[in-house]
């Protein structure tokens, strides 16, 4: 069963040598809904092609009484980039330490790849590349040397790990301080060569851990540009705090708060569900007309509030969720004869959703 | 395999790069340059039974140089990678538990055992120097190494405990030299107690490394530390493990 499985992992490559019934039989498993494609003993169908990377189920963790995360799954597809938010100490850290087999979970199970992180865990190690927090290196070791090192350990060796160090190397621009020691590099340099480390067996998943954090903003648009072309052959689960980062690089974004998901879905998606109402703002020259009373008779709008400012009105109009009345408010100022100079919708951000959904009063 | 050669051959990079290394090897080779100093001057002033290996492996410097270096060597060792946190790269590549823990003993092992090639060579030399009779019997040069061999193991496997037990190298030194030099002085118990009973002085027997050096000095070799020395570091070995694992989950 365990070598299907890995078979299975690239259907392509055996799906040429399946007779005919056996061909059949796989295209059937892959209509199967994903639960019934393991039997009661988590044996997965023969000719199932796993097609999540990481699959979590009702995964808990407590610390000596206190609940970390509870009761979390969730699942992420092959070739997805998935952005892992929440507030510091939701449990974002605790779920990709137990991912990456660091720590066990107390109760509930993950999968990286099929296999169980903790059951199985040498072989869900291999298939994951994974970057702490905290970006831990061995400071008396050289950067080609620590590289070369990582790689054999994760099962590299010969021309292999010399060819992959040197990809490595050239991927996260570390070829410029290859030989000197780790402790003397700066933090942009340390955290470049913790993801050289993370991507040097070439693993089909990669877990980042605040992969930008403590960088420059010139650093942090080349790390962004590294994962984002990264994202077209591993798979990425990487948690970050800064959110503008999440909306370009991620197709898909979990929200945890307090041990709990909140929210999964793409960011564009998340944003359009958020219930506080948008913003218009205008600013216009209205002559004589009082712009508040005209706007307000414009249906679905909320409310306005308006500034003068040398001869120019500033409004802000609160408008429905989901409605757009610019067309409505520039075919009114048409008619009255304003000279617009500004018209504009604020839309809400992937930081509003955030607040939203993990703001807490205490 | 190949995993376990990859991280031995990292932990003994440690030793050897680091200047520690070659402090430890300056004062240990000081010291056993004055117990061998210490044996011929000794020797040359009366006439004595004991030939300089039986002087050398029983003079005070000796057990010093012994004692001292174990806390040293061992303290690093798992006690570095919790404080740096690259216990978490290290176990989250795919190596288990149990082979980080044996190359760690491993490496700490050979390294210790490196640093008593150079008393080898004292007697080498001495006997080259035409002094063959003082050296004795070449099974009487080897077995005190052999018994350095057997302790060392033991008293390695103390100190990869210790420094397992906390993120502290200091702390992990101290508890490590406190448990050595507490066992070799438990032999000092038949002294104190006014009535010395049997059982007491065969269970203290096992771990008095002083008579034990005193005999394999003489080139007898006693098989009960051949039983001993060995098992009880599988046993620390064991407990180390699951001390290791322990932190590691509980972190």
Request: aromatic share 10%; glycine share 6%; net charge positive.
């Amino acid at each position: 069963m365990k070598n299907l499985n890995e078979v299975c992992l690239d259907p392509n490559r055996i799906y040429h040598k399946f007779t005919e019934t056996q061909r059949a039989g796989y295209i059937q498993a892959l209509a199967l809904p994903a639960s019934r494609r393991e039997d009661a003993r988590g044996f997965r169908h023969a000719f199932c092609p796993i097609t999540e990377m990481i699959k979590v189920e009702q995964l808990t963790k407590k610390y000596s009484g206190v609940t970390a995360i509870s009761d979390l799954s969730f699942e992420v597809g092959k070739g997805e980039i998935v952005g892992f938010l929440g507030p510091n100490g939701a449990g974002k850290s605790t779920t990709m330490r137990i991912l990456s087999s660091f720590m066990p979970a107390t109760s509930g199970r993950a999968l990286i790849a099929g296999h169980d992180v903790f059951r199985d865990s040498l072989k869900a190690r291999m298939h994951l590349g994974y970057l702490p927090e905290s970006v831990p290196l061995y400071g008396d070791m050289r950067v080609s040397e620590y590289l070369r090192y990582r790689g054999s350990l994760k099962g590299l060796g010969g021309k292999k790990l010399r060819n992959r160090v040197n990809v490595v190397k050239e991927l996260c621009s570390v070829k410029e301080v290859e030989n000197k020691l780790i402790a003397t590099l700066s933090k942009g340099y340390r955290q470049r060569v913790g993801l050289a480390d993370a991507l040097v067996h070439d693993p089909d998943l990669l877990i980042l851990d605040e992969p930008t954090i403590g960088l420059d903003p010139n650093q942090i648009r080349q790390v962004r540009e590294l994962i984002k072309s990264l994202g077209e052959r591993h798979t990425i689960l990487l948690s970050t705090h800064i959110l503008s980062e999440v909306e370009v690089t991620c197709s898909r974004v979990i929200i945890i708060h307090r041990g709990k998901i909140e929210a999964s879905d793409t960011p564009g998606n998340l944003v359009g569900q958020l219930r506080t109402s948008g913003t218009v703002k205008l600013e216009a020259k209205t002559g004589g007309d009082d712009p508040i009373q005209l706007i307000e008779k414009i249906a679905g709008v909320k409310g306005v509030v308006a500034t003068a400012e040398d001869g120019w009105q500033r409004c802000s109009i609160r408008i429905e969720a989901k409605s757009d009345l610019r067309e409505d408010i520039f075919r009114l100022a048409v008619e009255r004869r304003w000279i617009v100079r500004e018209l504009t919708q604020e839309r809400a951000t992937l930081e509003d959703v955030f607040v939203e959904l993990t703001h807490t009063d205490d | 395999m190949r995993r376990l050669f990859t991280l031995l051959q990292r932990e003994l990079s440690v030793f050897y790069y680091s200047p520690i290394a070659y402090i430890v090897l300056f004062f240990f080779l000081i010291l056993n340059g004055l117990s061998f100093w210490f044996a011929i001057a000794l020797l040359n002033r009366a006439p004595s039974e004991n030939t300089v290996v039986q002087v050398f492996f029983n003079s005070a410097f000796f057990w010093i140089a012994y004692l001292l270096v174990f806390p040293v060597i061992t303290m690093r060792l798992f006690a570095e990678e919790f404080k740096l946190g690259t216990i978490e790269t290290l176990m989250t590549a795919p190596v288990r538990d149990s082979e980080v823990v044996i190359s760690k003993f491993l490496a700490a092992l050979i390294f210790y055992l490196s640093l008593w090639l150079p008393s080898l060579l004292y007697f080498l030399i001495f006997s080259w120097l035409g002094n063959r009779s003082a050296i004795g019997s070449a099974g009487q040069l080897l077995a005190p190494y052999l018994l350095l061999l057997i302790m060392g193991m033991f008293n390695v496997a103390l100190g990869c405990l210790a420094s397992a037990l906390t993120s502290n190298q200091i702390v992990a030194a101290m508890i490590s030299l406190v448990l050595t030099i507490g066992i070799f002085f438990l032999t000092l118990i038949n002294y104190v107690v006014n009535v010395s009973s049997p059982l007491l002085r065969d269970i203290t027997a096992y771990v008095a490394q002083l008579d034990h050096m005193d005999s394999f000095s003489r080139g007898v070799i006693d098989s009960r530390v051949f039983i001993f020395y060995p098992s009880m570091t599988f046993l620390l070995l064991v407990i180390t493990y699951q001390i290791f694992q322990y932190r590691r989950w509980r972190t």
